[in-house]
Nanobody, 120 residues
Framework: QVQLVESGGGLVQPGGSLRLSCEAS????????TGWYRQAPGKEREFVAL????????YADTVKGRFTISADNAKNTVVSLQMNSLKPEDTAVYYC?????????????WGQGTQVTVSS
């Protein structure tokens, strides 16, 4: 059973930074991709960023240039999301996601979420 545990959320002022971490119960290189989604109150969950097992990254347009996803090379069970220049519209619950694609079928695993609030 895959388990994902997020940490690092909190309250930050606009323009500030936060770093989220996601620790998986197995190597992130076991997954097709590991990434982050977020869900604001009253809105659907949306994609934020991902990193593939080969190290390729992809970002939502809304966070491109401000957020950076990375894999911890020393600890291959951790993926981090560095969030800079935060805006109030970044306020949401952030969820870690891991995907495994096997024989043409996709399996998604989710963490419990961590709250990020951007407010003055």
């Amino acid at each position: 059973q895959v388990q994902l545990v997020e940490s690092g959320g909190g309250l930050v002022q606009p323009g500030g930074s936060l770093r989220l971490s996601c620790e998986a119960s197995l190597s992130i290189f076991s997954f097709s991709s590991t990434g982050w989604y977020r869900q604001a109150p009253g809105k659907e969950r949306e994609f934020v960023a991902l990193i593939t097992g080969s190290g390729s990254t992809n970002y939502a347009d809304t966070v491109k240039g401000r957020f950076t996803i990375s894999a911890d090379n020393a600890k291959n069970t951790v993926v981090s999301l560095q969030m800079n220049s935060l805006k109030p519209e970044d306020t949401a619950v952030y969820y870690c996601n891991a995907q495994i694609v096997f024989i043409g079928r996709r399996y998604d695993y989710w963490g419990q979420g961590t709250q990020v609030t951007v407010s003055s």
